[in-house]
């Protein structure tokens, strides 16, 4: 990978969010990149060759969606910090298998460990008030419901 192709692929990345008014992922998956590098250093190296070897070309080329092609690499490192599933919470807060992301849905890896919490991959422009309860609950842990604020950006 090139400075100039990580410049491209940015390009394209920031155009993407300034047509949709998407949220930009790139903070939250480098804080989920550190978590990954202390818990697992072989999937921290993985991580990192996906970016610099896949995302980062196919984004740049015009060969993937960039907001969809990031959400699939949010969704390899929650795999990596985390073996599990991932879910689409609707609007109606039904759970769906994961078929590709989706700007309308909330995106959740769910942990094979009983008692862990549930991973952020991918927020919907807005959530409505069954996909808040879901990220308190699952993601937070909380068992009230809070006020309509926004979860750290994805």
């Known amino acids: 990978m090139t400075d ?7 390009r394209v990345l920031e155009a993407a969010l300034a047509e949709t008014g998407a949220r930009d992922p790139r903070e939250f998956y480098r804080e989920r990149l550190r978590e990954l590098k202390r818990a697992n250093a072989a999937g ?5 060759e996906h970016y610099r070897e896949k995302l980062v ?11 969809a092609a990031w959400t699939e690499y949010g969704r390899l490192l929650a795999e ?3 073996p599990g599933r991932t879910v689409s ?3 109606t807060g039904l759970a769906h298998a994961y078929e590709g992301p989706g700007r309308d849905r909330l995106i959740l890896h769910l942990p094979n460990q009983n008692g862990a919490r549930a991973l952020l991959v991918g927020l919907p422009d807005t959530l409505s008030p069954a996909q808040r309860a879901t990220f308190d609950v699952l993601v ?3 068992q009230r419901p809070s006020a309509q604020t926004e979860p750290a950006q994805t």
Not at 4 to 10: Q, S
Not at 57 to 67: F, H, I, K, T
């Open 140 to 142: 937070s842990g909380k």
């Open 89 to 91: 919470i609707d609007a």
């Open 57 to 67: 070309p196919m984004v740049a080329s015009g060969e993937a969606e960039p907001l």
């Open 80 to 82: 990596a910090l985390a």
């Open 4 to 10: 100039t192709l990580a410049a491209d692929a940015d």
């Open 44 to 48: 921290y190296e993985d991580a990192i």
